[in-house]
Nanobody, 120 residues
Framework: QVQLVESGGGLVQAGGSLSLSCAAS????????MGWFRRAPGKEREFVAS????????DYTDSVKGRFTISRDNAKNTVYLQMNSLKPEDTAVYYC?????????????WGQGTQVTVSS
């Protein structure tokens, strides 16, 4: 059974940085892509960023372009989200997600979420 475990959330002042990690298990799991989503209080969950596992093609929602960077370490089965120039509106629970091979891009696996709070 695929498991995704996030780490790295916390509290930071506006303009600061945080880095999130998401480790996928078992080690034999080889997704088509992995990504990050977030859910702010009172809002729907939204896509943040994704990366394809084989060739590292990335995609970002407009509001984080130029500030967030997604990357992966295939050997460690881990995806990262480096968040710079954080704003209070980035406050949310951040979820790691994985789309398996053959799932036609569907996000089938989810982590438990990690809280990111940006104070003004």
């Amino acid at each position: 059974q695929v498991q995704l475990v996030e780490s790295g959330g916390g509290l930071v002042q506006a303009g600061g940085s945080l880095s999130l990690s998401c480790a996928a298990s078992p080690r034999t799991f080889s997704p088509y892509r992995m990504g990050w989503f977030r859910r702010a209080p009172g809002k729907e969950r939204e896509f943040v960023a994704s990366i394809t596992w084989n060739n590292g093609v990335t995609d970002y929602t407009d509001s984080v372009k130029g500030r967030f960077t997604i990357s992966r370490d295939n050997a460690k089965n881990t995806v990262y989200l480096q968040m710079n120039s954080l704003k209070p509106e980035d406050t949310a629970v951040y979820y790691c997600a994985a789309s398996p091979q053959g799932a036609f891009g569907a996000w089938r696996h989810w982590g438990q979420g990690t809280q990111v709070t940006v104070s003004s």
